[in-house]
């Protein structure tokens, strides 16, 4: 596994659940450890399938966004949601930016469902930034990692000032809160 750690080359982080799906868990300001890979699936807009060179497969979630809410069918006791605005455009974009893409990820941590939580880097391209310069996700309001908190806020500050995106809508809804309205389980 190709892996580059701040302390010393590791496997993928073991860390404590956080608690929330796109938070850390900690204190952690740094980057664990650093990945590259191929991304050979975009399960949703931010849960992701990287293969490293040794065919090592990790899922990732894209650290501290939240993207718009897709349609949902009614299945498994979760009732059908019309999605939100741009749900399936944002899905659309990381898909056709990432599969079969080599990445980076620096990884911090793990959420409650073992996905590496991760700023994933596309070359020089910081991809979790990205999606909210562009109106395209929310910063998660559980992000506690200040080193890549502030990024997102500024990013998120500019793309509202200039109606990007979901910015252009009259009053855009985060998905926490349509996901809370429509009773659908979090991402």
């Known amino acids: ?37 191929t991304v050979r699936a975009v399960r949703d807009g931010t849960n992701l399938v990287v293969a490293t ?25 979760t009732p059908a949601s019309p999605g939100q605005p741009f749900g399936p455009q944002a899905a659309a974009y990381v898909r056709d930016l990432l599969v079969d893409k ?27 930034l990205t999606l909210v310069k562009e109106g395209l996700a929310w910063v998660s309001p559980s992000l506690t990692i200040p080193k890549v908190r502030i990024g997102l806020e500024v990013a998120e500050r500019q793309a509202q000032v200039g109606k990007y995106g979901l910015w252009a809508l009259p009053d855009p809804e985060p998905p926490w809160q349509f996901r809370r309205r429509y009773r659908l389980p979090g991402g």
């Open 102 to 128: 080599q990445v980076r990820l620096d990884v911090y941590g793990k959420d409650r469902s073992g996905r590496a939580l991760a700023v994933v880097w596309l070359g020089d391209i910081d991809v979790n």
């Open 1 to 37: 596994v190709w892996v580059e750690s701040t302390q010393a080359a590791k496997a993928p982080p073991q860390a404590t659940p956080p608690t929330s799906g796109s938070g850390a868990a900690g204190p952690v300001d740094s980057a664990e450890s650093r990945l590259w890979g």
């Open 53 to 77: 060179p040794e065919l090592t497969q990790y899922d990732v979630r894209l650290l501290g966004v939240e993207l718009p809410e897709p349609p949902r069918p009614e299945g498994n006791g």
